[in-house]
């Protein structure tokens, strides 16, 4: 087969890249190694930037995240006290949307077949080739044979795990990488949320978050150790953790409920540079992970997406050779900048098993300094919400 671009992986980015492509008539396919199910049963981000539901309205695909998602004007920051209001409209004049990675991920793979957007599923074994020459190609296993698809490019957006960064040589690469001694245990329950915004507190025990995916789901996380099981954490020693992390304001509004859905993730940052090597392209978790205290990961992806999408149809439409040789540098710029966000407001919110009680009471200092400062509100505020492209 033969294409102009192919994708490796179908989650956000590859999806959102996919779909942005078709719509210049650009023909473009993925391969994905995972079923539909199971890309849908993946629990991940609730929080959409503008950014983010700008590019779903661009394509038309917006009417289900307008009707169903929670337009959120703030969020709060709990320090054992209080909650502290950061109040993002106010602040910035926008704000974020609540709405689930797996909803936007529906969206965007439901529409596929209808706007000419081939997903081949189940791929296994996905190899790329010369990519940095002028004809680069892969291949992958489905139904018992191998099959070859060359394209002009390859658009590695296969999260942090797949083959396509992997296919830049180490000589002209660097990795920049940052790993957490603890990780996120999540619980998804069809309950109502404690607060109608999200609650990030840091508790003598660890933080916690309160989240949601509509008015009647809700989407809790802990930190936890990093070699932490999940069955020592029942749901029942779940709930009165959460409860006494999150706070009597929060306990006191919290529904309990049987989890659908239980995991650990752990919390890393990692940027790889350059994003491109030749004809091959990087976008989203495959180049760069975040700690999801930001909630920037599924962001992040989309804001690249936005860089390479342009390039692309600049090279095809405006015969611009410069445009694909531009899109690391742009799209690093702000992928650095949410870094920094999001290491930020980990180190802020979350104790660390080195920390002593300085530490403990820098972090107690920042927040009361976040408590009084509106310059401070305003510098969480307008990270929060998304960076300018
Ligand atoms: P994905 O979603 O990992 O998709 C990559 C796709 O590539 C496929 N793949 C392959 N395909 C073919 N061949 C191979 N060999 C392949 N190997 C892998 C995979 O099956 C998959 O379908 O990466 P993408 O598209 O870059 O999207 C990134 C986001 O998923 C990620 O950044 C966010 O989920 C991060 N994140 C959050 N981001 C936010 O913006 N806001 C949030 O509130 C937020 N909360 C979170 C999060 C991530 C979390 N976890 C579990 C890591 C909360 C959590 C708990
Ligand atoms: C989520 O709802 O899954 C979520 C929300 C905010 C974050 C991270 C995760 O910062």
Redesign the pocket.
Known sequence: MKTQVVI???????LLLGHLLRAEGIDTVI????SPDH?LG?I?????ERTTTDLMDRLGLGARMHAEGLPHDGFHLADGKRLIRIDIAALTGRHVMVYG?TEITRDLMAAAPERGLPIIYE?AD?ALFDVDGDAPWLT?GKDGATHRIDADFICG???????SRRAIPASVATAYEKIYPFG?L?ILADVPPCNHELVYANHERGFALASMRSSTRSRY?IQVPLDEKLEVWPDDRLWNELAIRLGPEAAAHMTRGPALEK?I?PLRSFVFEPMRHGRLML????AH?VP?TG???????ASDVHYLSDALVRHYKGHDNDAIAGYSGKALARVWKAERFSWQLTRLMHRFPENDAFDRRMQVADLDYIASSVAAQTMIAENYVGLPL
């Open positions: 490796v992986g179908a989650g956000p980015a590859g391969v994905e190694r995972a890309i993946r991940r981000a609730g929080v959409l990675q791929a996905v992958y957006c296969d999260g942090y795990h797949g083959p996120w999540g996380y995991s993730a976008a989203g978790d495959s992970i999801p909630a920037k990961g599924l962001n992040l992806a």
